[in-house]
């Protein structure tokens, strides 16, 4: 079974809107840390938001939050008052247990804003 | 601070050749990942370093591939005998290590092609 699934692979915003990327998660432990990450067309992933999974609230930074559905295995991604320059590969990623450090990576959604 | 250099850039050879890939971590980070995105994909695990040792070589695809860390600051990854399946972006990563958030950290990484 996939670990992290993202179902939109392409998704298209206005500006100044809000924009929620999917993210659902498989992991049977109870220790796991999700994140997720912007690639630009110039290929460096950059990251974006994290939240572990006793993280008793929703991760925010700046514009990003993390919507985090502990029961349903989702964690999606909110970008408020979208920006042009948010125009990029997004990818959600998974790192199980806490002595393992490999991330596990969904295929992405590409999201366009338009002007 | 400087972040994950990678070098070079791109790299363009043979079937058949041999090719080393370099990574440069961020100061002070003593866990170092390597992973490959292969066109319209997520990144996939190949090796995880912490330190000079290899913790977790799982996603090596084959004994064709192989990673070092001498002294538990640069990483080469090595292709020997090049196959054009092998043709994709490979990207770094560093991190602090241990427990808890650990982010990574991603270079802009190597885009091999192998014709």
């Known amino acids: 079974a996939q670990k992290i699934t993202q179902t939109q692979p392409g998704m298209f915003v206005q500006e100044k809107e809000a924009v929620t990327l999917d993210c659902t998660y498989d992991?049977?432990?109870?220790?796991?840390?999700l994140f997720w990450y912007k690639q630009p067309s110039s290929g460096e992933m950059i990251f974006l938001i994290y939240?572990?999974?006793?993280?008793?609230q929703n991760a925010t930074e700046g514009r990003y939050s993390l919507n985090f559905q502990k029961a349903r295995k989702s964690a999606n991604l909110v970008i408020s008052a979208s920006q042009l320059g948010d125009s990029a590969m997004y990818f959600c990623a998974m790192r199980e247990g806490e002595n393992f450090n490999k991330f596990y990576f969904g295929s992405g959604t590409k999201l366009n804003v338009k002007p | 601070g400087a972040g994950v250099s990678q070098t070079p850039s791109n790299k363009v050879t043979e079937k058949g050749k041999y090719v080393e890939l370099r990574c440069d971590p961020i100061s002070g980070h003593t866990a170092l990942y390597w992973y490959r995105q292969s066109l319209g994909q997520g990144p996939e695990f190949l090796i995880y370093f912490q330190g000079t040792g290899a913790a977790d070589d799982s996603g090596l695809p084959n004994d064709r591939f192989f990673a070092v860390r001498p002294e538990g600051s640069v990483s080469t990854l090595k292709i020997q005998r090049t196959e054009r399946g092998d043709s994709a972006v490979y990207l770094c990563?560093?991190?602090?290590?241990?427990?808890?958030?650990?982010?990574?950290?991603f270079g802009a990484g190597t885009r091999l092609s192998v014709l």
């Open positions: 939240q572990g999974s006793y993280d008793q």
């Open positions: 992991t049977s432990d109870p220790s796991y840390g």
């Open positions: 990563a560093s991190s602090l290590g241990g427990q808890g958030k650990n982010i990574q950290y």
